[in-house]
């Protein structure tokens, strides 16, 4: 089993983890402003993020020789190792949850979204970390970030109501030669809704690009024409209580995972060694993938916040976009599994900001409500 001792390697692991993790919340936003409906996409997400956790356990977590103290990853899936189990099974849940939640975060946009759920887990899951890793990381380094993060939830916040007022004035003040309709489609976007004349717009999926002026009511409008998740005359707070709700769903995954590597509460018979990073987030994993599997085909043919049904047979044929949900899942199953692995070395506390960070990171993908169309992406999908 491989593990990551030194402080430089943990740093490695955390900035890959930043990059992934603040790079598949905006795929998947872009999956929803592209019309297709987020039961559909956190389905496809949900499997390619099990099948990380799988490699990482079957290459990380099978290489050398495995001894008493850190057994490798198959051997330990034998050993009466249940109560750390459950705490990493436990962490999988609430990070199904909070994921599930920011899914349905375009009440918000993912620019607010983002920051107050990162600064949440910050405020909440650093703290804790801190005290479960017996203090290792350094506090006046690490609590005066906090304090940064503790703002950024209060200015997150106002920035989501000054722009619904800014939103509700510019549609107010609309020209008569724009009506304010919405059109459902009741399904994801197909081709035949939107033509696609041979450019690809990666912000409009395959409408016509350059269309209307991003930030203009009419641009809101053609948003809202063909997102799956419609925001229009939705109240403030239904955003914000949904965001909030997210940030402390995911201030508890990681606590819960430090308690099943570690065992700070002793309960593991003795002899039992504690659960290595790898067994762990393979269980994490697990639980994850399935409480998102139960909730969401729920969801397909009972959808909250007004959503149009689906079926399965429709969420089976629904390719516009799979290849994309596919890869948000892996970015996000690889960046958890290098932030465990780098906590483990590093101390889950400073991974917590890291985390964040790369929360924050999905934020700069973002330029005036458009995604940064990179060359890179764009070749991708030719």
Known sequence: ?????????????????????????????????????????????????????????????????????????????????????????????????????????????????????????????????????????RAEILFPGVGCFLIAVCLGSAVHSSNAADNKTKLKNLSNDNKLETVDTGSSTTKEEFPNNGAKDLENGNAPPGKAKAGTAAFLIELENRRSIKVFGKGTLIGLAITFFAGFCFSLFSPAFNLATNDQWHALKKGVPKLVVYTAFFWFSVSCFVLAIILNVIFLYRPVLNLPKSTLRAYVNDWNGRGWAFLAGLLCGFGNGLQFMGGQAAGYAAADAVQATGNEYSVVMLSSGKYIKLRLLKWLIR
Request: proline share 4%.
């Open 1 to 137: 089993m491989y593990l990551v001792e030194s402080k430089g390697g943990a740093i490695v692991c955390m900035l890959f983890s930043l990059f992934f993790l603040g790079t598949w919340p905006a795929i998947m936003t872009l999956l929803e402003r592209r019309g297709r409906l987020p039961q559909h996409t956190y389905l496809d997400y949900s499997i390619t993020n099990l099948l990380a956790a799988v490699i990482i356990a079957f290459s990380f977590g099978q290489i050398g020789k495995s001894t008493p103290e850190s057994p490798n990853f198959l051997t330990q899936l034998s050993q009466d190792n249940w109560p750390s189990v459950m705490f990493a099974m436990a962490g999988g849940v609430v990070l199904s949850i909070g994921n599930l939640s920011t899914q349905y975060g375009a009440f918000v946009g993912l620019s607010v979204v983002e920051v107050i759920t990162s600064s949440i887990t910050v405020v909440i899951g650093t703290t804790l970390n801190y005290f479960l890793d017996d203090k290792i990381n």
